[in-house]
């Protein structure tokens, strides 16, 4: 596979009652992944989610830890790449909703200068999070992409995924809210790199609550396909 080390992002927000069952979950996988591994924590929290990720570490993962000033899941993203030291990277969120378990399948599916991204969503896979207005909200979303871009994906909000460094400074990603995830999409689409799409399934929230404001994030999406589908 020619991949030297990987390091997975989880940005965090408030999730002091999961956090450690998650990263309790991506020590045992990442453990049993053959190479080199990190795990970056990027947090905007107000309770104690930092500590009780930090005093969750098993085993020898390396763990490190960021504190964020301002909120934003892109920035959070974003910021973590930055410390990241390995040449593959994993994209996740903290609050149980990306199940480590699909990293192996996604380094298995992974092929040189793709994206491979968990879908949540028919043919591929579900989530027990899907409302009404999330699920037609965002079938909406995916056929104007698919319509717009000549494209055949079947999920471009969940977010969870992998690619290279190299793919990921060739995304040039600016987006700092929920519009991220889409961008990423997007901006692969009009770059002309592969987008392989795994089947997940996306678990009820074992705790917290939820930060996605409905009306917020589809005015997000919807002005962030048009401005890409514009530019360049």
Known sequence: MGISGLSVVMATMNESESIEKVIEAYASVLSKIPFVTELIIVDYSEDDTLDRAMAARRGSLEVVSLSMRRPGRGYALRLGVKHAKYDMICLADGDGSHDARYIPRMLKAYVPGSIVMASRF???????????????????????????????????????????KDVWNRLSLDSDHWSFDTQIICRALKRG????????????????????????????????????????
Do not use: Q
């Open 193 to 232: 790199i592969r987008i392989i799409e795994i089947p997940s399934f996306e678990p009820k929230r074992s705790g917290g609550r939820a930060k996605l404001n409905i009306l917020d994030a589809a005015w997000r999406i919807a002005g962030r396909v048009l401005l890409e589908r514009i530019t360049r």
């Open 122 to 164: 028919p043919p591929l896979g579900w989530s027990e999070e899907h409302s009404f207005f999330h699920y037609y909200g965002n079938r909406i979303a995916v056929a104007t992409v698919n319509f717009l871009f000549r494209a055949k994906v079947t999920d471009i909000t969940n977010g969870f995924g992998i690619m290279s």
